[in-house]
C-alpha cells in the first residue's frame, strides 16, 4: 500500500458517540500498591492489532466502542483501523447532499451515499469525511486505532478511562474534538488481519481454580463447569455479573480483603459470580473460586448480556 | 506460609499475620525474584502480579518459599508526620463509642494520641488502611454498607483506621470528616497514604 502521507494537527470530532466510548491504552500497571488498577484496553488483543494495523507505538492510545454507534468526521487526512467485534464501517463525504444528514441510518449504519471500510485493516479517512459505526453483528467491543494515536493528556502515566476509579478522560460526547498525536513506530506491517470473529453464542473460557476453592463445597469447582452461566446486563468493564448454578460455601465468616486480578471470578454470599475485567477492584473481600486465564479475559470481554460463558478448569503448567 | 495459585499470571501468598505481610512486601518490593512485576499487600495476603514469559509461576513459588522476611514489621517510609484535622461528628461515632465502652471523649483521645502507619492500600485509589502503634478496640464493619459515604469520611474497620478519598460506598464506621484531599491527581505524588507513611489525627 502507499507510504502514509506525513499527518499532523490532525483531530477525530464526535458526532455521535454511541452508548459507550473512552479512550484506552494498555493501562497504569504497577500501582496496584496505592490501589490505583491498571485499566486498559478490555480485549487487550484486539486493540493491540489495531495499533499495529495503523502502525503506532505500543504506547499510543484508541478508541473502545461499545456496541458501535460512533459517528466521527475527520480533520485532516487519518489512516484509521477498526477491530475487536466487527461494527458495519461506512464511510461518507461531507459534501453530499445536505438532506442525507436527516436520513435516518439503517441499524447497519450505512446512509445513503455512503461505502463500506474493511474492518481489521487500514484505511484512510479524509479530511471532511465522515465515519460511521454500525451496531455489530456480535461481540462487545470495537477498537478503533488511528495512526498518531489520540492525544489526550495522560492521567498517572496513561490515557486510559477507568470507569471504577473515575481517573483519566471522561467518556466521548458528541461536539468533542479528539485531537490525533504523532505516537507512531514502524510503518504498518499488514494490509489486513484474518482474524476469527468473537463467537456469538457460548464462550469458552479455561479457569484456574483458586486462590479460594476451599471456600465453597467439594464440587463447587465441578458445579462452575458443568453448565454455562449467562452475562446478565449488569456488566461492564469493571465486571460482567453471571446468572447461573449456585456456588455454595463450605464455610462461614469474612475474608480479609486481599488482591484481586483481571479475570476473578468472585462470588458474594448469593453464590452468583461477578467476573472481573480490567477496570475491577484491586483488593476484594469475597472469595474468590478460580481466575480465567489472562489470554481469555480478552474474549470475556467481548461477551453481550445474554450469551453464556463455559468454564473449563485447567492447572497453570498445563498452560506452558 | 501458603502460596496459593491466581490464575496463570499471579500468585496469592498467605500469612498469619500483618507483621509478616509487610516483612515479605519490604523484601520483594526491594528484591522482587525473577518474574515477580508488582507486590500488592493486603491484611493477610501478599499479590505477586508475574511474568510467566519470564520466570514461570513454579520457579516464583521457590523463591517465595526461600524469603526469609525483615524483621521489620512496620515498613516506615521516614520524614515527617502527616496531619490529618478532622471534625469528630462522624455519624457512627455514637454508636463506635457505645460499643467499645469507651465515650465519645475517651475514643477520639485515643484515636489522636495514636501515631498511625499506612499498611497497605486497596478498595480504591488512595484508600490506606492505617494500624495504630498502641492499643486500639476492634470496631466491626457495619452490618450493611452504605451507599454514598461523604469524600473525606474519617473511619474505622477492624483494627484499621481510614480515610475516604472520594464519594463513594462504604461499609466502615464513620466517626468524622476531614477537608484535607488525601488523593488529589493533581499532586505528586496524588495519594497521600502511601504504605510505611506515618499519620496523626487531630480535632480540627
Redesign the interface.
Known sequence: MDRPRDLTGRALQVLAPGPLCTVQDRGR?????????AAGAADRASFALGQRLVGNSASAAALEVTLGGLRLQARGDLLIAVTGAPAPLSVRDQAQDEAQDEAPAGARGDAPGARAAPGNAPFYLLDGQELTLGLPGRGLRSYLAVRGGIDVPP??GSRSADVL???GPPRLAAGDVVPVGTDVGEGPAADVAPVPDPPDSVVELRV?????DDWFAADAVETLCAAPYEVTSDSDRVGMRLQGASLARARDGEL??????P??LQVPPSGQPTLFLVDG???GGYP?IA????ADVDRAAQARPGQQLRFRAVR??A?? | MRI???????L?V?VDTLPEVLGLAAVWRADPPAGV???????????L?CD?ARA???AVADAVRRTAPTAAGRDAEGGEDVQIPVDYAGADLAEVARRTGLGEVELVERHTALRWTVA?????????YLVPDGEWPSVPRRSEPRTKVPPGAVALAGEYSGVYP?ESPGGWQLIGRTDLAVFD?DRDP??LL??GVQVRFRVA
Do not use: H, K, N
Not at chain 1, 291 to 294: D, F, H, K, P
Not at chain 2, 4 to 10: I, K, Q, R, S, V
Open positions: 500497571p504497577g500501582a496496584a500498591a496505592l490501589g490505583i488498577g492521567v498517572l476509579a473515575g481517573i484456574v481454580p483458586g486462590p479460594r480479609p480483603s486481599e488482591g484481586m486480578v479475570g476473578a477492584p484491586v483488593t474468590v481466575v480465567v486465564v489472562r497453570p503448567a498452560l506452558r | 496459593l495459585p491466581c490464575g496463570d499470571e499471579a496469592l498467605e512485576l508488582e507486590v500488592v499487600p493486603a491484611a493477610r495476603t501478599v499479590l502480579r510467566p514461570p509461576l513454579a497497605f492500600c486497596g478498595f480504591a485509589p488512595g484508600f490506606g472520594r491527581l496524588p495519594a502511601r504504605p
